[in-house]
């Protein structure tokens, strides 16, 4: 199995921005493991933010973030990361790491198609 790690959360004034990271540990990654970026805020189902190929890097973001986030990651480090500018008060949520080790080219946006899951990391916007 894998663990995941988030970290990088925290409390940012409306505007500001955040890097989220989360490092990977344990299963060794193949060509066709996707990361993404999963949120949830209070009361609300747990929605799909960005992913990203571990080989080759196409993306594929929700269209609440899309201009704002940039999802990326370091294959040497085990990585992967969230740059997330211009934040709004409704980014509120704890952010979610997940692996999907489907073995196709899918970048995938649904909670059930992911794998592994990290502990997550708050992320507060202020207005």
């Known amino acids: 199995q894998v663990q995941l790690v988030e970290s990088g959360g925290g409390l940012v004034q409306a505007g500001g921005s955040l890097r989220l990271s989360c490092a990977a540990s344990?299963?060794?990654?193949?060509?066709?493991?996707?990361m993404g970026w999963f949120r949830q805020a209070p009361g609300k189902e747990r929605e799909f933010v960005a992913g990203?190929?571990?080989?080759?890097?196409?993306?594929y973001y929700a269209d609440s973030v899309k201009g704002r986030f940039t999802i990326s990651r370091d294959n040497a480090k085990n990585t992967v990361y969230l740059q997330m500018n211009s934040l709004k008060p409704e980014d509120t949520a704890i952010y979610y790491c997940?692996?999907?080790?489907?073995?196709?080219?899918?970048?995938?946006?649904?909670?059930?198609?992911?794998?592994?899951w990290g502990q997550g990391t708050q992320v507060t916007v202020s207005s």
């Open positions: 997940a692996a999907d080790f489907s073995i196709d080219s899918y970048v995938r946006s649904r909670v059930y198609e992911y794998d592994s």
């Open positions: 344990g299963r060794t990654f193949s060509y066709y493991t996707t």
């Open positions: 990203i190929k571990w080989s080759g890097g196409s993306t």
